[in-house]
């Protein structure tokens, strides 16, 4: 077996290293840190594809190995490599400039994070014809972000996740459009996706056909289970959620599943949030139909002056007090009080 290794494989070009030293060149510059036998992954893997390792097509990601109860280097391609090999077709016309939803700030791990809610790419493919074609993708922050884990499990971002939100989920939104649009490019999940996962969590990962996600498939291992939330606190962030509903940013479901990431509810507590459109449609209900006969008698008692009495007693209406016994009544206080403020 020869010992030199071209690491450019293009016509005309003329470079080539020993494996020795294309593993030195590597440790010291584009994976510092990483050990021999991770770097020889990343060899093999660009002999394979016939891929330039210089060029940095592909990652080594550290992934805990829940069986073998230690981290170890996978090696994964980037999103990067999505985009070359969509380009070397001859029929990539590009990708849009990543859109965002709206920011969220909320606790992860007991950090408090901001993040964009989901980031959208589209990619444009060259068709027969000339017609383009553009695919987009959808990916949500919280369903993809990469969490800092370690022995105490922790579900906080990472530092990278922490630095760049919005780069990181544009980078997953992208790796999705790409392999929407090429999917002779591969299915293998990129490192941007994979980052700060569980190996095992990921058995049997594949990339769906129709929309270009990556899915569990079976033999998945289960994520241990999130903390419980007190009364106290789940009563603090009910204020919370349904302001959050109340202004529009969210629906039930998507707090729901928001709340699923960080939290299990009980089902009296999942019952209480499905409960918050009801009960801001009776407040509503309520706010709408006026005051009730006791607020009416109560601000005609407690007025101080005459304006204030006209005020209480314009709120004497039919659509308000529909029971003409009790519009009796109510007009009795009001010349009652006002006898009483003529008196004084």
């Known amino acids: 077996m020869s010992n030199v290794l071209a690491i450019n494989q293009q016509p005309g070009s003329a470079l080539a290293l020993t494996e020795g030293e294309l593993i030195e060149v590597l440790q010291s510059s584009l994976y510092p840190g990483a050990s021999i036998p991770s770097i020889k992954m990343v060899i093999g893997y660009c002999k394979a594809a016939g891929l330039d390792p210089m060029k940095k097509p592909v990652h080594i990601v550290p992934m805990w190995d829940s069986k073998a109860g230690q981290m170890r280097d996978v090696v994964m391609p980037g999103v990067g ?6 380009a070397r077709t001859g029929n990539f016309a590009g990708q849009s400039e990543p859109e965002f939803g709206p920011m969220v700030t909320e606790k992860l791990g007991g950090v408090e994070v901001t993040y964009p809610e989901w980031a959208k790419v589209v990619v444009k493919k060259s068709m027969a014809g000339g017609f383009i074609a553009e695919f987009t993708a959808i990916e949500y ?28 989920i544009a980078k997953c939104a992208a790796a999705q459009a790409l392999r929407l649009a090429f999917p002779e490019g591969g299915a293998q999940p990129t490192a941007e996706e994979m980052e700060g996962k569980s190996i095992n969590d990921f058995q049997g990962t594949t990339i769906d056909a129709d929309t270009g996600e990556v899915t569990n498939g079976k033999g998945a291992e289960k994520k241990p289970a999130l903390p419980t939330q007190g009364d106290e ?7 919370i959620w349904t302001k959050v509903i109340k202004s529009g940013k969210k629906d039930v479901d998507g707090v729901l599943a928001t709340v699923a990431t960080v939290a299990t509810l009980t089902e009296a507590q999942i019952q209480a949030i ?3 459109p009801a009960e801001l449609a009776k407040a509503a209900a309520a706010k709408a139909a006026g005051p009730t006969f006791a607020q009416i008698a109560d601000a005609i008692a407690k007025a101080n002056d005459e304006d204030a009495l006209d005020v209480a007693a314009s709120l004497i209406t039919e659509s308000a007090i529909p029971d003409e016994q009790q519009r009796k009544e109510l007009l009795a206080k009001y010349d009652a ?8």
């Not at 490599?81 to 969509?86: K, N, S, V």
């Not at 009080?337 to 003529?342: Q, S, V």
């Open 81 to 86: 490599l999505y985009r070359t090999d969509a």
């Open 141 to 168: 922050w919280i369903e993809n972000y990469a969490v800092k884990g370690g022995k105490e499990k922790s579900v906080a971002p990472n530092s990278m996740w922490m630095k760049r939100p919005r780069g990181q």
């Open 233 to 239: 606190e789940f009563a603090k962030n009910m204020v």
């Open 274 to 276: 499905k409960n918050i």
């Open 337 to 344: 009080r006002r006898a009483e403020l003529n008196a004084e």
